[in-house]
């Protein structure tokens, strides 16, 4: 048998850049720098040049890069036990569920633990499948269908880009997981019209974050529970982006409206603190009205769903970490603050290139004005996305963000960022945004 010969790549060949298109797939369209180290909120590349990290790897580095709290916890449990399989009883998962049910959530339920925010959106869907066969409608038929938004985003796995409201996720990839309806976000109307009689659950972002930053009303969120609370359906929040202080409080929703009580939420990207960890929490309630009902927490039995690295003791230990800092140094608040703080700031500027500023915490959406944009040479011969082109521009200054859609430049800095570094990423951000009017 003729095996194939693999040339090595020669010498030259060291950059990052040509390694990854040497031995990578090609999925991502990455920018210009090589990432070396960080510290706090500072990122350096391998050239040494230094960057004032307001991507936060996407919402992930909720401490900023290598916090002391982590790293301690990384040294100590990595010596003690860093895996082992879920068919033993791994306090940590106890613990960081106990966590969450008493000190995020403050109403009983049961979590499980996975390692992304996909996976933990999938551990929804499954759940939501798995109590729609077990209160199926009169005839005996499974309630199966879900209603998502558009805009949302919900993951890269068949199931979440099949939940997920924006077409670009999907191409190529049909056929999708059948059973989902996306409709316009914020809009009550179509939502009603949406529901079917098998309707069992609705998944939503309380505030989208890849969709462009846009913000649920407590109106639609209240009329969205009503439902729910009336028909039997579970209401499901994705907070993978907007949770755990990243909104100013535990909860994404609560600063929108406070007494509502989902059925279940998905968590990952912060709660790891940049260790690969997600969650699923699940309410303790009865499925239906019968006095032998079980409770929703329950539905996923042992079989139904599981994953070999979930909930690993290293996992939980840096999770619970990353959760009492947030908690003993009162960083929902410091999010709640500064967050305000720099929303004011850059709408008072009035500046010709920002349309709209919105957001909640430290999840900031600027909104950039295409048709002011437009007007700029440097722009219209980039032949690039408005975001991209200014989260580029950014990073020549110094200031590392994020896009999220086609419009809008999007801030995600660590929940424990000053006012001082503040200062001094809305001094660049200002500078580039003068600098685009004259170029």
Not at 28 to 57: H, I, N
């Amino acid at each position: 048998m003729n095996l194939p010969i693999v040339e090595k790549a020669p010498a030259q060949a060291t950059s990052a850049a040509a390694l990854l298109a040497r031995y990578t797939v090609p999925n991502y369209g990455r920018l210009d720098l090589v990432p070396d180290r960080g510290e706090g909120v500072w990122l350096w590349d391998e050239s040494g040049r230094q960057y004032l990290d307001f991507a936060g790897g996407v919402a992930v580095t909720s401490l900023g890069h290598c916090p002391p709290a982590l790293t301690r916890t990384f040294a100590e449990q990595s010596t003690k036990l860093i895996h082992c399989s879920n068919w033993y009883q791994i306090r940590g998962q106890g613990e960081l569920g106990q966590f969450i049910t008493e000190t995020v959530m403050e109403t009983p339920g049961k979590s499980i633990f996975c390692n992304s925010g996909a996976e933990a959106n999938e551990a929804l869907i499954k759940l939501a499948r798995k109590f729609g066969h077990a209160t199926p409608l009169a005839d005996g038929t499974p309630r199966t269908h879900i209603i998502t938004f558009n805009n949302s985003f919900h993951g890269r796995t068949y199931a979440t880009i099949s939940a997920t409201g924006q077409e670009k996720v999907k191409v190529g990839f049909a056929p999708l997981l059948p059973g989902f309806t996306h409709v316009p976000y914020n809009d009550t109307a179509a939502f009603l019209a949406a529901l079917q009689d098998d309707t069992v659950a609705i998944l939503i972002e309380p505030v989208q974050g890849e969709g462009g930053v846009n913000m649920a009303t407590a109106e639609f969120l209240r009329a969205i529970q009503k439902v729910c609370q009336e028909r039997n359906i579970l209401l499901l929040f994705d907070e993978v982006q907007s949770g755990l202080g990243r909104l100013g409080h535990w909860c994404g929703w609560k600063p929108i409206a406070p007494e509502i009580i989902p059925d279940g939420v998905s968590w990952a990207k912060g709660i790891g603190g940049g260790f690969p960890i997600g969650a699923a929490w699940i309410r303790k309630r009865p499925i239906n009205s019968t006095s032998d009902a079980i409770d929703l927490c329950d539905v996923l039995g042992p079989g139904s769903h599981g994953t070999t690295y979930g909930g690993s003791p290293l996992a939980c230990a840096v999770a619970l970490a990353v959760l009492h800092e947030i908690r003993d140094s009162a960083l929902c608040e410091n999010s709640a603050t500064i967050g305000s703080e720099i929303r004011e700031t850059v709408t008072s500027w009035q500046h010709p290139l920002i349309h709209t500023v919105r957001g909640l915490g430290l999840l900031i959406g600027f909104e950039l004005d295409p048709a002011a944009l437009a007007q700029r040479t440097a722009y219209r011969e980039s032949d690039g996305l408005a975001s991209i082109y200014i989260v580029k521009a950014l990073m020549a200054e110094g200031l590392l963000t994020v896009a999220a859609g086609p419009l809008v430049v999007r801030w995600l800095p660590p929940l424990n960022v000053t006012r001082t570094e503040v200062q001094t990423a809305l001094a660049i951000f200002k500078r580039v945004l003068d600098t685009q009017l004259t170029a």
